[in-house]
């Protein structure tokens, strides 16, 4: 049973990490206290993971096969990759570096799904698309309405930082959805049944938002293109979308290609001259990092676990 | 405002009443200024200064409570702080007023009867300029303003008041009134010149603040 902590320490990881992408803008431009946003972000994780999380479990027990070591020593990379990366200051992409840990295993044990993998890598590329246009769409539409109502300052104030609390909740829960596959999907059908892997998943990742997610939150949103109320609340949105279409696909994919993925959305709609492109590479290169590292840990703690002594 | 938050409502009506006290100072500060011109400083002035400054210091109360309010996160950041000048403006503009009124009490100005009529004109137009500019905060808060049409008009009162200034100050100096009185007498001219100057900047960072709300 002690395998499944290195999944709990994943699911914490990710909960630090990605916490930031629904609720960052906000923070960041302290329209939402912080306090009020792990709590949040917590809660409608835990429920998202529970209500819509299954799709995903299947598709990453099925990249390869796994036991109960092998679960282990995936879970145990992805989340050393995802914590030095959050130390780092960077989102990354946990889908990435769960995927990356279980290549690194496939390659070792000499299984894995290539079809499977193939599908997965076509869905990252599409996230920061989808992300893209959704951002854009919700951008129209919005300015569309408010240019209708022309509402007063107090009532716009209103109306942005509902509407910002709103989207978190429902980003909170998109990620819930897709992602606590990455953090128990591989311990299903060796350890855990599917209720208890979105179960204990959706906890350790809500664990992970409540103790430390300050430092990536400050970043996102603040650092890559200056966001104002509106154009943050068209960022969660955008994002939460894109993830929640791709957790009723079946795909753990990344929050933080989504959200990054929206905020270019809205620098193309505004002028790429407020996209501060020096941080936008520093968080893309992250992401080729990110697989490349995870299956090196993998590849390691596996070949490490596999030592025998011989007198 | 049905949608509007019960913080927000609050902070509102705040404002309302800030705006509305500011304007119950400059109705004292003209009203002060009208028994001046008439009558010189007599009791009457020393009541209407003394009233004009316990309006003032209720209005500074009202905008301290209303920093309090912004500072306890009513508003969204980038609006929080725009109002926050503006208001700032607005007082700045009220402090003037009853500053003048004081000056003249503290050191028995009179004003010169050569330039009587100017300054009556001069503090009419300022007054105009502060309405509308109360008017430009109302209509930012309640509702899109017809902004250019005020920002039009502040701008000449502005530049009315400039004019004014420059010439009362010139018709002071080349009078034959003490030096001494020359030089109280023009820092009072500039000082209500100074009105019509805030009223158009407060006017300009309204005008900003309305294009950066657009969406």
Request: proline letters at 2%; a positive charge; hydrophobic letters at 50%.
């Amino acid at each position: 049973m002690y395998r499944i902590f290195s999944g709990i320490f994943l699911g914490w990881a990710l909960g630090a990490n990605d916490s930031a992408n629904v609720f960052g803008t906000a923070v960041s431009s302290k329209m939402i206290k912080y306090r009020i946003a792990v709590l949040l972000t917590a809660f409608f994780v835990i429920l998202g993971a529970i209500l819509q999380g299954r799709q995903g479990l299947h598709t990453l027990s099925g990249l390869t096969t796994q036991s109960q070591l092998t679960a282990f020593i995936t879970s145990l990379a992805a989340a050393m990759t995802v914590t030095i990366m959050t130390i780092s200051k960077l989102p990354i992409s946990t889908s990435q570096a769960v995927v990356g840990a279980i290549l690194g295993i496939g390659i070792m044990t000499d299984q894995l799904n290539l079809t499977g993998l193939f599908k997965i890598i076509l869905c990252w590329i599409g996230t920061p698309f989808g992300g893209i246009i959704f951002s854009v769409l919700f951008y129209k539409i919005f300015q569309f309405v408010f240019r209708l109502l022309k509402p007063t300052l107090f009532l716009t104030d209103s109306i942005l930082k509902i509407g910002l609390v709103l989207a978190g909740c429902y980003g909170a829960y998109a990620l819930g959805a897709n992602n606590v596959a990455n953090v128990t999907g591989v311990y299903v059908g060796n350890l855990l049944t599917p209720l208890q892997a979105v179960s204990i998943g959706g906890i350790s990742i809500a664990l992970g938002v409540i103790t430390f997610s300050k430092n990536v939150m400050l970043t996102v949103g603040k650092s890559i293109v200056k966001l104002d109320a509106f154009s943050a609340l068209v960022v969660v949105l955008g994002q939460a979308v894109t993830v929640h279409i791709y957790a009723l696909i079946g795909v753990p994919v990344s929050t933080s290609q989504a959200v990054v993925g929206a905020v270019l959305g809205i620098g193309l709609l505004k002028g790429l001259h407020l996209v501060n492109i020096k941080n936008a590479l520093k968080v893309f290169s992250g992401w080729g990092l990110t697989p490349v590292l995870s299956a090196f840990f993998s590849i390691v703690i596996y070949f490490v676990m596999h030592l025998k002594y011989i007198p | 405002m049905f949608f509007v938050l019960k913080r927000n409502k609050i902070l509102f009506e705040k404002i309302e009443n800030y705006l509305k006290s500011s304007e119950i100072v400059i109705d004292n500060f003209q009203k002060s200024i009208k028994h001046f011109l008439k009558n010189g400083i007599d009791s009457e002035f020393e009541i209407l200064m003394e009233m004009t400054n316990s309006n003032e210091g209720k209005a500074d109360d009202l905008l301290a409570e209303i920093k309090v309010s912004l500072y306890q996160k009513s508003l969204l950041p980038e609006s929080r702080e725009d109002i926050l000048i503006i208001l700032d403006r607005v007082d700045d503009i009220v402090d003037k007023s009853n500053h003048v009124l004081q000056s003249i009490y503290s050191q028995n100005i009179e004003i010169p009867k050569f330039i009587k009529d100017d300054f009556k004109e001069i503090i009419k137009i300022s007054i105009k300029a502060f309405l509308l500019l109360k008017s430009s905060v109302d209509q930012l808060l309640t509702k899109k303003s017809d902004k250019l049409d005020n920002s039009r008009l502040i701008d000449n009162y502005e530049s009315a008041c400039d004019s004014l200034q420059l010439k009362m100050i010139k018709k002071v100096f080349d009078s034959d009134i003490s030096e001494y009185c020359k030089i109280i007498v023009r820092d009072v001219i500039r000082d209500i010149g100074t009105i019509s100057d805030l009223c158009e900047d407060a006017d300009n960072i309204i005008t900003v603040l309305n294009i950066k709300r657009a969406i």
